[in-house]
């Protein structure tokens, strides 16, 4: 298990930009490197959906159509922490974040897949 915290989540504005931080608790830390790394979210009354993934290593990631080109997901394995850019915001990207981790190589989107979430971190956008 790798134990996960978000943080950077808040009010945002459309066309805006949020960052959104995963860090991998110290008793983790070697869990964190050898774990793919993914963002879900989940909007009031909805189901949780898939939003980006990195591999292990971050050479390989993938996102959700709906995000493809606004977000983009990284991670810094020396510092055990994964991040969430979200760039022009829109209405609808409002939703609690969580962060994920997985042993399974790649960038599954299937929350099965991953062994680990976080608590999650609240995303508002409002004009």
């Known amino acids: 298990q790798v134990q996960l915290a978000e943080s950077g989540g808040g009010l945002g504005q459309p066309g805006g930009s949020l960052t959104l931080s995963c860090a991998a608790s110290a008793a983790s830390g070697n869990m964190f490197g050898a774990s793919a790394m993914a963002w879900f979210r989940q909007a009031s009354g909805k189901e949780r959906e898939f939003v980006a993934a990195?591999?292990?290593?971050?050479?390989?990631?993938h996102y959700a159509t709906f995000v493809r080109g606004r977000f983009t997901i990284s991670r810094d394995n020396a510092k055990n922490t994964a991040f969430l850019q979200m760039n022009s915001l829109k209405l609808e990207d409002t939703a609690v974040y969580y962060c994920a981790a997985s042993l399974i190589p790649g960038t599954s989107t299937r929350e099965s897949d991953y062994m680990s979430w976080g608590q999650g971190t609240e995303v508002t956008v409002t004009s």
């Open positions: 990195i591999s292990r290593a971050g050479i390989s990631t």
